[in-house]
């Protein structure tokens, strides 16, 4: 069926004000709006993914790099070591490095979150790969345009290439199944269909229109997508069905990627523009991106926001999706029981979608419940002095996030008991001198993040240390049973570290756990700590 075009801006995402007792919300920015990051003179960027690490990396094409950008914006560049290899898409391994294809340098490359490059030879001379994709057997599986086949490479760089069964078909995008399903599937750009792989290598083909040239496939919630670039349409696998949206003329479709709510976004190559749908394929706006864009691939960053590399203008874009901070751990008072004359300290708690900024109010209850709480005049700072007023009654602290998106109502502490005369001011002693046989601080582990989480669907996972000027690393594993998978040396900010996790299709429905470790850099000043999380595999 066809689809109207829409004009910027639609909001997909309501934008909530922050309405809990005289905290205002800035302005929202606009869904849509975009902000363009240079890349290093010459790129032509095709892949992007978002890291183990929290950052973006991108596949520079002809500037031959692995790009990093932070989420403010900083881009790190590390060249790869076989000359005018052309990286084009890039992918996160079940080893948690990042993998890339060289398509004239026919290898794969594997890059650590530090940088360092090592590259493994496509066993077919001019193979030229192209898209590459994790599988729910931990392997990664690639496209080779060339050589018409389908490649596998295991974690410690084993090749296995597999030969797709129609001639001259340019196999382009390749991506896993949806949750239950233990295929890979890709698209034929000169054969017009769509192929599903088993990992044994069995090759199954179904037809599309032709001069469909499929380019970009994804799974988004539990469908299969295609952008049928020649032909300006959005096909949608059902089985063995082919179901067809029809796009504005001109457009031509080229990636596809899950956007948060779930939502479909896709780069529309002919016009330099992303659109996004619902998951069910309703087109709800198209955005303009720069000038000669030219946008390729996109995925959704830790920001819940969308990246796309702009391939005409060496370029990579930010696009405001709409997404607002979501809390994981509410904040925290200190100390839990605080008398008159004493300072009061509150976290801003943990959030997710990268917060800019927060804003405090301090509130007075007459009991532990929040309905008898109110503002506290001029209270809206992180610490607060507490006065004779707060004698015998209890206070909380209301934490709003905001981030590129805008604000959402504040997340409540949990009400702490305050004493009924003040506290003396301290006598002054001096700070005695640290030895190596001083004490060491108790250090604690918490871990906040969902009970449950579906095979192959991605979930935060966020780790506080207290103190959080505890210096040292945290180590997570996730397990079930025998299985695991490690993420090591995560630096906390501030007390917090974030890692998303995806449990592999191969893991069994049923119990899980998510182990933090912290390890500190002067064991003599913090001590070890370890928290578990339970975890349940759907």
């Given at each position: 069926?066809?689809?109207?075009?829409?004009?910027?801006?639609?909001?997909?995402?309501?934008?909530?004000?922050?309405?809990?007792?005289?905290?205002?919300?800035?302005?929202?920015?606009?869904?849509?709006?975009?902000?363009?990051?240079?890349?290093?003179?010459?790129?032509?960027?095709?892949?992007?993914?978002?890291?183990?690490?929290?950052?973006?990396?991108?596949?520079?094409?002809?500037?031959?790099?692995?790009?990093?950008?932070?989420?403010?914006?900083?881009?790190?560049?590390?060249?790869?070591?076989?000359a005018?290899?052309?990286?084009?898409?890039?992918?996160?391994?079940?080893?948690?490095?990042?993998?890339?294809?060289?398509?004239?340098?026919?290898?794969?490359?594997?890059?650590?979150?530090?940088?360092?490059?090592?590259?493994?030879?496509?066993?077919?001379?001019?193979?030229?790969?192209?898209?590459i994709a994790p599988g729910p057997d931990g392997n990664l599986w690639f496209t080779e345009q060339a050589a018409n086949k389908i490649g596998r490479i295991t974690t410690s760089g084993s090749v296995t290439e597999f030969t797709i069964p129609t001639p001259a078909s340019v196999p382009y995008g390749i991506v896993a199944g949806p949750a239950g399903s233990n295929d890979m599937y890709f698209t034929e750009s000169a054969g017009d269909k769509i192929g599903k792989i088993t990992s044994s290598g069995a090759i199954t083909e179904f037809p599309l229109t032709t001069g469909a040239r499929p380019f970009g496939i994804a799974t988004v919630g539990s469908a299969l997508w295609v952008a049928e670039h020649g032909i300006n349409k959005l096909a949608q696998l059902q089985g063995s069905t082919?179901?067809?949206?029809?796009?504005?003329?001109?457009?031509?479709?080229?990636?596809?990627?899950?956007?948060?709510?779930?939502?479909?976004?896709?780069?529309?190559?002919?016009?330099?523009?992303?659109?996004?749908?619902?998951?069910?394929?309703?087109?709800?706006?198209?955005?303009?991106?720069?000038?000669?864009a030219k946008p390729t691939g996109l995925t959704q960053g830790s920001d819940g926001n969308i990246w796309v590399a702009e391939s005409g203008i060496a370029k990579v874009a930010r696009v405001l999706s709409g997404q607002l901070p979501s809390s994981v751990a509410p904040p925290v008072v200190t100390p839990s029981g605080v008398a008159v004359g004493a300072t009061a300290t509150t976290t801003?708690?943990?959030?997710?979608?990268?917060?800019?900024?927060?804003?405090?109010?301090?509130?007075?209850c007459t009991t532990n419940a929040t309905t008898s709480c109110a503002v506290i005049p001029g209270a809206a700072a992180a610490t607060y002095v507490v006065t004779s007023a707060d004698a015998g009654k209890h206070l909380i602290s209301s934490v709003a996030a905001t981030n590129l998106n805008g604000s959402v109502s504040a997340v409540n502490s949990v009400p702490v008991q305050v004493g009924g005369s003040a506290t003396p001011a301290p006598t002054a002693s001096p700070t005695p001198t640290p030895t190596a046989t001083s004490k060491r601080t108790t250090t604690l582990l918490t871990i906040a993040g969902p009970a449950a989480v579906a095979r192959g669907s991605a979930a935060t996972f966020v780790v506080t240390v207290n103190p959080s000027t505890a210096a040292g690393v945290v180590n997570l594993t996730y397990r079930q049973g025998a299985k695991r998978v490690l993420v090591t040396n995560l630096k906390p900010v501030n007390g917090v570290v974030s890692s998303s996790f995806a449990p592999p299709a191969n893991w069994s429905k049923g119990k899980g756990r998510v182990i933090a470790r912290f390890a500190p850099t002067s064991p003599t000043v913090n001590s070890f700590a370890k928290s578990i999380h339970l975890l349940k595999v759907r």
């Amino acid at each position: 069926m066809a689809i109207r075009t829409l004009v910027r801006p639609v909001v997909l995402l309501t934008v909530s004000a922050v309405a809990v007792l005289g905290i205002a919300a800035p302005s929202p920015a606009a869904v849509g709006d975009d902000t363009s990051f240079a890349l290093a003179a010459g790129a032509t960027p095709y892949g992007t993914v978002l890291g183990p690490d929290g950052a973006i990396w991108i596949a520079t094409g002809a500037a031959n790099s692995i790009a990093r950008i932070d989420a403010k914006g900083v881009v790190t560049n590390f060249p790869v070591p076989t000359a005018a290899s052309t990286p084009r898409f890039i992918t996160v391994g079940s080893d948690k490095n990042l993998w890339f294809t060289e398509q004239t340098g026919n290898k794969i490359g594997r890059i650590t979150t530090a940088g360092v490059i090592t590259e493994f030879p496509v066993t077919t001379p001019g193979a030229e790969p192209f898209a590459i994709a994790p599988g729910p057997d931990g392997n990664l599986w690639f496209t080779e345009q060339a050589a018409n086949k389908i490649g596998r490479i295991t974690t410690s760089g084993s090749v296995t290439e597999f030969t797709i069964p129609t001639p001259a078909s340019v196999p382009y995008g390749i991506v896993a199944g949806p949750a239950g399903s233990n295929d890979m599937y890709f698209t034929e750009s000169a054969g017009d269909k769509i192929g599903k792989i088993t990992s044994s290598g069995a090759i199954t083909e179904f037809p599309l229109t032709t001069g469909a040239r499929p380019f970009g496939i994804a799974t988004v919630g539990s469908a299969l997508w295609v952008a049928e670039h020649g032909i300006n349409k959005l096909a949608q696998l059902q089985g063995s069905t082919v179901l067809e949206i029809s796009l504005p003329a001109g457009t031509q479709p080229l990636w596809i990627t899950q956007g948060p709510g779930p939502t479909m976004w896709v780069s529309f190559f002919g016009t330099s523009s992303v659109a996004v749908f619902t998951a069910a394929g309703s087109l709800q706006a198209i955005y303009p991106l720069d000038s000669g864009a030219k946008p390729t691939g996109l995925t959704q960053g830790s920001d819940g926001n969308i990246w796309v590399a702009e391939s005409g203008i060496a370029k990579v874009a930010r696009v405001l999706s709409g997404q607002l901070p979501s809390s994981v751990a509410p904040p925290v008072v200190t100390p839990s029981g605080v008398a008159v004359g004493a300072t009061a300290t509150t976290t801003s708690g943990t959030w997710a979608y990268e917060p800019t900024s927060y804003t405090y109010q301090w509130q007075r209850c007459t009991t532990n419940a929040t309905t008898s709480c109110a503002v506290i005049p001029g209270a809206a700072a992180a610490t607060y002095v507490v006065t004779s007023a707060d004698a015998g009654k209890h206070l909380i602290s209301s934490v709003a996030a905001t981030n590129l998106n805008g604000s959402v109502s504040a997340v409540n502490s949990v009400p702490v008991q305050v004493g009924g005369s003040a506290t003396p001011a301290p006598t002054a002693s001096p700070t005695p001198t640290p030895t190596a046989t001083s004490k060491r601080t108790t250090t604690l582990l918490t871990i906040a993040g969902p009970a449950a989480v579906a095979r192959g669907s991605a979930a935060t996972f966020v780790v506080t240390v207290n103190p959080s000027t505890a210096a040292g690393v945290v180590n997570l594993t996730y397990r079930q049973g025998a299985k695991r998978v490690l993420v090591t040396n995560l630096k906390p900010v501030n007390g917090v570290v974030s890692s998303s996790f995806a449990p592999p299709a191969n893991w069994s429905k049923g119990k899980g756990r998510v182990i933090a470790r912290f390890a500190p850099t002067s064991p003599t000043v913090n001590s070890f700590a370890k928290s578990i999380h339970l975890l349940k595999v759907r």
